[in-house]
């Protein structure tokens, strides 16, 4: 059974740092995709970032290029979205989603993964 869960998320300053993480299980994270979306009340939602198997291949939406990394931390079936410069457009529920093997731009459509965690809230605010 896959589950994903996002125990992070929060309140951040503008030009501030959050760090998501998301524990994944039932996937072998040597192959699979997990992404990062998010998702604002009224519009739909959109691909943040996406990392793909032990080769690390990763995608990023082009407003979030330079100040997101993604990461699985080595050993652990865990995934990091790191947020620096945090801007008042990234304020979001941001979702972590899983799927078997997604390649290109794929990766940042929602409807390539089937599996969600349930979503935690990330709030910029001064």
């Known amino acids: 059974q896959v589950q994903l869960v996002e125990p992070g998320g929060g309140l951040a300053q503008p030009r501030g740092s959050l760090r998501l993480p998301c524990e994944v299980s039932g996937l072998f994270l040597d192959y699979d995709t997990i992404g990062w979306l998010r998702q604002v009340p009224g519009k739909e939602r959109e691909g943040v970032s996406a990392?793909?198997?032990?080769?690390?291949?990763?995608v990023y939406r082009d407003d979030v290029k330079g100040r997101f990394t993604i990461s699985r931390e080595s050993g652990k079936d865990t995934i990091y979205l790191q947020m620096n410069s945090l801007r008042p457009e990234d304020p979001a529920i941001y979702y972590c989603?899983?799927?078997?093997?997604?390649?290109?731009?794929?990766?940042?459509?929602?409807?390539?993964?089937?599996?969600w965690g349930q979503g935690t809230q990330v709030t910029v605010s001064s």
């Open positions: 989603a899983a799927a078997r093997v997604v390649v290109g731009s794929r990766m940042l459509s929602s409807s390539s993964y089937p599996y």
């Open positions: 990392l793909r198997g032990s080769a690390g291949k990763v």
